[in-house]
T-cell receptor, first 115, second 117 residues
Framework: AQSVSQHNHHVILSEAASLELGCNYSYGGTVNLFWYVQYPGQHLQLLLK??????LVKGIKGFEAEFIKSKFSFNLRKPSVQWSDTAEYFC?????????????FGKGTKLSVKP | NAGVTQTPKFRVLKTGQSMTLLCAQD?????MYWYRQDPGMGLRLIHYSVGEGTTAKGEVPDGYNVSRLKKQNFLLGLESAAPSQTSVYFC????????????????FGPGTRLTVL
């Protein structure tokens, strides 16, 4: 069965620090990859997505992610975090041949940014 | 364009009571989904629908039923609520899913926080 692993449960950073959140998935075929963000008390919003082409994907609010197929990874990065980036981040995978439209989510990583 | 809306926002039930959560989308999306979100568990798919009149089971369907009588609405029902169903429920929709196209982005509603006592 497909699965998504997010290795960090809770990350605490100071403002201006660099961020990298890990995401690995288990599926050998073609995948679509997503990062969603959930700010406190709000619903999930799409940060960025990868479907094909350039493996380095740029999203909103200065986030980017790199798809490394050989490592089954899709890590999220931001060079300099802000207090407003405090949120929970979810990686998700939609695999070709999987049940229709079914996104498999990781368990999430909470990011706390200290001012 | 409101996107995906959910009603109610909050609800408290007693064990054994029933209720229906409503999800509505105005994007003419074919696919709709119900997830539950629990601390440390991420989001898990309960049921989904690939079009009006169709429904299918997701990862955690037990104790829930769904209906998609109209394309824009997707209802989630709890016939006999249990404390284990205390959770935040999110609805989502997407324009497609089975075609695995670049439009396969799911848009989420604001969530319903359900407590079962």
């Amino acid at each position: 069965a497909q699965s998504v692993s997010q290795h960090n449960h809770h990350v605490i950073l100071s403002e201006a620090a660099s961020l990298e959140l890990g995401c690995n998935y288990s599926y050998g075929g073609t995948v679509n990859l997503f990062w969603y963000v959930q700010y406190p008390g709000q619903h999930l919003q799409l940060l960025l997505k990868y479907f094909s082409g350039d493996p380095l994907v740029k999203g909103i609010k200065g986030f980017e992610a790199e798809f490394i197929k050989s490592k089954f990874s899709f890590n999220l990065r931001k060079p300099s975090v802000q207090w407003s980036d405090t949120a929970e981040y979810f990686c998700a995978v939609n695999a070709e041949g999987g049940s229709q439209g079914n996104l498999i989510f990781g368990k999430g990583t909470k990011l706390s940014v200290k001012p | 364009n409101a996107g995906v809306t959910q009603t109610p926002k909050f609800r408290v039930l007693k064990t054994g009571q029933s209720m229906t959560l409503l999800c509505a989308q105005d994007m003419n999306h074919e696919y709709m989904y119900w997830y539950r979100q629990d601390p440390g568990m991420g989001l898990r798919l309960i049921h989904y629908s690939v079009g009006e009149g169709t429904t299918a089971k997701g990862e955690v369907p037990d104790g829930y039923n769904v209906s998609r009588l109209k394309k824009q609405n997707f209802l989630l029902g709890l016939e006999s609520a249990a404390p284990s169903q205390t959770s935040v429920y999110f609805c989502a929709s997407s324009s497609s899913g089975g075609t695995f196209s670049s439009t396969d982005t799911q848009y989420f509603g604001p969530g319903t926080r359900l407590t079962v006592l």
